[in-house]
């Protein structure tokens, strides 16, 4: 059956070997007693995945949860807020705040340092997207052209 997201999860192993600080030894004697593996590449089903997990967690790593972000700038708020709805109607990848960030540095620079109208520009671009992506699935939905 294989293991799903394989490469999410093997870079969150990494990332749990990393946090508790194992040395390549212990991180492989871990492995091996949790899941019977030598190397977090043979791990091929969710049982010995979650199997390693445990055993990390055992040793006190916890995986961050999404946390609440506080914006200052309420033009980025805004920004952040129509990022977020492009996320959830599948027109962005990532969801978070630095995608957002990474991606308004793409088109018009620092947002520090950015004029207001080029803030404004921002905003208007993000909505004018949005509204595309939203007047495209109402025509997919009505039977109108898939393009």
């Not at 920004?79 to 977020?84: D, V």
């Not at 793409?106 to 004029?115: E, L, P, T």
């Not at 905003?123 to 004018?128: C, N």
């Amino acid at each position: 059956m294989g293991l799903p997201d394989r490469t999410k999860k093997l870079g969150i192993i990494h990332v749990a070997k990393k946090q508790c600080r194992l040395s390549d030894d212990d991180y492989r004697c871990l492995l091996q007693s949790a899941a019977g593996v030598s190397s977090a590449s043979e791990i091929d089903n969710m049982t010995q995945f979650t199997a390693v997990m445990k055993a990390f967690e055992n040793l006190g790593f916890e995986k961050k949860k999404p946390g609440f972000v506080y914006i200052k700038d309420a033009q980025l708020e805004k920004c952040y807020m129509i990022w977020c709805d492009l996320h959830d109607e599948g027109a962005v990848e990532w969801r978070s705040y630095s995608a957002m960030l990474k991606w308004i540095k793409r088109m018009y620079g620092d947002f520090d340092i950015m004029h207001v109208s080029q803030k404004s520009q921002a905003i208007e671009a993000l909505k004018s997207w949005h509204g595309r992506v939203v007047a495209k699935k109402m025509r997919e939905a009505a039977g109108g052209r898939k393009a």
